[in-house]
C-alpha cells in the first residue's frame, strides 16, 4: 500500500507564489511516476505536472511556464515530489491532489490541499 500526505496549501494574491509537498510512504519502492492534479469547484479533475523515477516531467498547458515539478534527490526512491507554483493566478484556484503510480498497487491519492488565489 502507498500512502500520500500533501501540505503547503494556503491562501494567496494573485501573482504570488507557493510550494506543495507530497510524502509517499508505505510501499514506496515500486513507485514509477508521482505527481499533482488539481480540481476546482464544478470542473473535472486535471493533470498539472507529473515527475517520472529517471525525472522526466510533464505539465498541464495551463500551468507550463509557472509550475515547476521536483524531486528529492536525496534518496534512490521517488517518495517526495514538490510543485512550486509561480505567478498564481485566480484561475488556479482548486484542491490540489498528489497521485503515485507504483507497479504493485496502480494509483493512490492523497486526501488533497487547497490553494486558493484571490485578493
Known amino acids: 500500500q502507498v500512502r500520500l500526505a500533501e501540505s503547503g496549501g494556503d491562501l494567496v494574491q494573485p501573482g504570488g507564489s507557493l510550494r506543495l509537498s507530497c510524502a509517499a510512504s508505505g510501499n514506496i519502492g515500486s513507485i514509477y511516476t508521482m505527481g499533482w492534479y488539481r480540481q476546482a469547484p464544478e470542473k473535472q479533475r486535471e493533470m498539472v505536472a507529473l515527475i517520472s523515477n529517471v525525472g522526466s516531467t510533464i505539465y498541464g498547458d495551463s500551468v507550463e511556464g509557472r509550475f515547476t515539478i521536483s524531486r528529492d534527490n536525496a534518496e534512490n526512491t521517488l517518495n517526495l515530489v514538490y510543485l512550486d507554483m509561480n505567478n498564481l493566478r485566480p484561475e488556479d484556484t482548486a484542491v490540489y491532489y498528489c497521485?503515485?503510480?507504483?507497479?504493485?498497487?496502480?494509483?493512490?491519492w492523497g486526501q488533497g490541499t487547497p490553494v486558493t488565489v484571490s485578493s
Open positions: 497521485n503515485a503510480l507504483s507497479t504493485q498497487y496502480g494509483g493512490s
